[in-house]
């Protein structure tokens, strides 16, 4: 880990923050776990991490509306859960719907009938995969870049990429 803190007096922007911190064969689902028990977190296994945050800020306080990152997060052989067990698509898949879906699915139609989407939702609860990457990267105009998202299983390879736009969140000396 290295970690730089600099002040430099009478400048709109006088912190100067760098961090670096790499972890090998980290266990995040078991960190997120302790974190908060209730919460099922979206990735299970053993993961390399990358992690970089740097950018100067006005005050302490709002640092997370100003720092950039490089995330770049690495596993194999672990668990993707792409739809949380609590999600309303969960929830609703052991309803009526799903019931008369298989019903439907089973008539002659032009169509695959209701039914399907309930299999899809459910084998794409949880993804059993061999190779993780998540790349994520802070611009300047402080939107979140996801570089590369990558999951390879032996039944699918999901790629994606996109971009978040920054939403200001209130310092900490004003958060609730």
Do not use: C
């Not at 078991?30 to 005050?59: C, M, Q, T, W, Y």
């Not at 052991?94 to 299999?119: C, D, Y």
């Amino acid at each position: 880990m290295d970690t730089r803190l600099e002040f430099t007096d009478k400048q709109a922007r006088p912190y100067d923050i760098q961090f670096k911190t790499s972890l090998a064969q980290f266990k995040i689902g078991d960190f997120l776990k302790e974190l908060n028990p209730k919460h099922v977190p979206r990735a299970d296994g053993v993961f390399d991490v990358n992690f970089e945050i740097f950018g100067d800020v006005s005050n302490l306080g709002q640092w997370r509306n100003e720092l950039l990152f490089n995330l770049l997060i690495e596993g194999r052989d672990g668990v993707y859960h792409l739809i949380p067990a609590n999600d309303i698509m969960m929830r609703s898949s052991g309803t009526a719907m799903v019931i008369v879906g298989e019903v439907v699915s089973v008539l002659p139609t032009s169509g695959f009938g209701l039914g399907i989407v309930n299999r899809v939702i459910h084998f794409a609860k949880d993804i059993d995969y061999d190779f993780i990457r998540m790349h994520l990267v802070r611009n300047k105009d402080l939107n979140t870049t996801i570089k590369e998202f990558n999951i390879v299983s032996p039944e699918l390879h999901l790629i994606a990429t996109g971009e978040f736009h920054l939403k200001k969140i209130p310092a900490y000396s004003i958060s609730p």
